[in-house]
């Protein structure tokens, strides 16, 4: 089996579960209106947590796309069905790069939104809160994908800092934004330029990058600490 394959099968299964996610929340529409509030209260700390890079003209591009187009409330669900149906053509029309950068956006929607039910599940009734918040974390466990979902974020970063660095990146971009866009697949197209655009702009991501790995990084482990207030730092 070729690399391309097993991207095909690894990108099967996570819409699988992604189709199983919505599954749940059209069946039980309490937890659906509790996970909403979940990623609207998470969406508000990352915005806060990262507001001394969104202030940096430089790096504000791409914390923009991470709060947005990566790790933000938005539902994601269209644009990784579009990729589903698309992959064939991308695969004749991209750098290699480009499709792992897709493949693994959808892993960490898939992730992210695994966890985000786990967690929904745990919350104490009532306003979400930093200690219920921090309680529910804990309760809800599985520390091992939390590592992943951090290094998955990271990872995204670093293909399209490399993509940036390929002078065909652009002009394939360029090249396929109409007939994707003509072709119902502008959901993909879009999310692609926004973060190409967001890394051109940064230049040296490798700082941003490491600070988003330490935050967040530091913050799961104080979580999982039960540290008395593990959202100071």
């Known amino acids: 089996m070729n690399a391309a394959q097993r991207d095909g099968d690894g990108l099967s299964r ?6 199983a996610l919505q599954r749940i929340e059209s069946a039980d529409r309490a937890l659906a209106e509790r996970v909403r509030e979940l990623r609207a209260w998470q969406a508000a700390r990352l915005a ?3 507001a001394d890079l969104a202030a940096e ?9 991470f709060l947005t187009d990566l790790y933000g409330p938005q539902d994601f669900s269209r644009r990784d069905r579009q990729l ?16 792992r950068v897709l493949v693994d956006a959808v892993e960490l929607y898939v992730l992210s939104g695994e966890l985000d039910h786990a967690l929904a599940k745990a919350l104490a ?3 979400i809160s930093a200690q219920s918040y921090a309680s529910a974390y804990r309760a809800a466990g599985r520390p091992a994908d939390r590592r992943r979902q951090i290094e998955l ?14 002078p065909l990146m652009g002009l ?3 090249a396929t934004h109409v007939p994707a866009h003509a072709a119902g697949f502008g959901a993909l197209q879009d999310f692609l330029e926004r973060g190409f655009e967001a890394f051109r702009r940064l230049g040296d991501a490798r700082t941003f990058l490491d600070t988003i ?6 913050l799961s482990e104080a979580l999982f600490r039960g540290e008395a207030n593990p959202f100071a730092a």
């Open 125 to 127: 009734p009532g306003p």
């Open 57 to 65: 003209e430089r790096q504000a591009p791409a914390i923009d796309f």
């Open 84 to 99: 589903a149906r698309a992959r064939a053509l991308l695969e004749r029309t991209l750098p290699r790069g480009a499709l």
């Open 14 to 19: 996570l819409i699988e579960r992604t189709e």
């Open 213 to 218: 790995r330490a935050r967040e990084s530091a």
């Open 48 to 50: 806060k947590t990262y």
């Open 172 to 174: 394939a971009l360029r």
């Open 153 to 166: 974020i990271v990872r995204i970063g670093e293909r399209l800092a490399q993509a940036v660095g390929q």
